[in-house]
């Protein structure tokens, strides 16, 4: 099969061999189904999710066209649609029935759940609550600052202020999350909220093994990896109802409406008991979690590849 990137297509033919391509870039260019065709390339592609599409106001400035040039460009020209979830795949047949096209030959194949590294983790002093992910405005950073501020606002004397969770913010600044960043830079959490940036597996590892929960608060999502690393690692967690959450964490986590700060704010203090009945009732749930291994990954892709491969 050809693997190769598109940076090649000069000088590769095809031969009318699969071509896998795993991502979104490049698939707004003009003449994608010219250069197939020349090439003599069956493309399979991994749809990731259709969110530039369905809610253009969390993504930058002429996403949404040129989303849809993707989108196109996957169904006119691929030989094969790999989805990342149930809820892409429906995401793309809706988009394909509404434009009056034909979906390729397509399945659902959930990405393997990355595995941190085992390590001991100290219990902190506070209760201490992670969100994971690039700093934008679909993930929702708002409601959970929104709880904090609320938080502190209610504590009347220093001695709650001291009992306040903390919330340990991972992940760099992204885009359309501008009032997020004036909130951070701007407003006094008392200590109770921490930016981290970035972090390796081993640190990341080492605090979420702190933490109650990982609180998922997006608004919109393809698949949802921080969901299923956390629950791989044995950590409950809170997140939107969103459609995709319920796949994939086969009913598991406790999902909240992404608006409802009351319910956000009452399931983050009660997370934050150290005898939480709602927190040991989620752990009891996890005994039944199974992990997607890459190895399933890969059985069930080579599989659907095979069934794209011309009857001899």
Partial sequence: ??????????????????????GHTGLDATGMAE???????????????????????????????R????????????AGVVANSVHTFDTLAEFARAQGLKMPPSIAIWPGTPRLPAVCASQPDKATFVVLGTIEGRKNHRLLLSVWQDLL???????????????????RRGWQADDVFAMLDGMDFKGSVHEVGPLDDVQLARLLGRARALLFPSLAEGY????????????????????????????????????DH????????????PMSARREGQLRRMAAFTVHEWRNHFAELDGFLESLQPVP
């Fill in 1 to 22: 099969m050809l693997r190769h990137g598109i940076h090649l297509r000069d000088r590769l033919g095809g031969g009318g061999r699969l071509w896998l391509n795993p």
């Fill in 35 to 65: 250069w197939c065709r020349k090439r003599s390339v069956r493309p399979v592609y991994l749809v990731h999710d259709l969110i530039p599409i369905t809610n253009p106001e969390f993504c930058r400035d002429g996403e949404y066209e």
């Fill in 67 to 78: 989303h849809r040039r993707r989108m196109w460009t996957v169904l006119a020209t691929g």
């Fill in 153 to 171: 606002a209610s504590a009347s004397r220093l001695a709650s202020q001291e009992c306040i969770p903390e919330l340990i913010i991972v992940g």
């Fill in 224 to 259: 949802g990896i921080p969901l299923m690393e956390a629950l791989a690692a044995g950590v409950p967690v809170i997140a939107s109802d969103l459609p995709v959450f319920r796949e994939i964490g086969q009913g598991i986590p406790e999902l909240l409406p992404a608006s």
């Fill in 262 to 273: 009351a319910a956000w704010r009452a399931a983050i203090l009660d997370y934050a008991d």
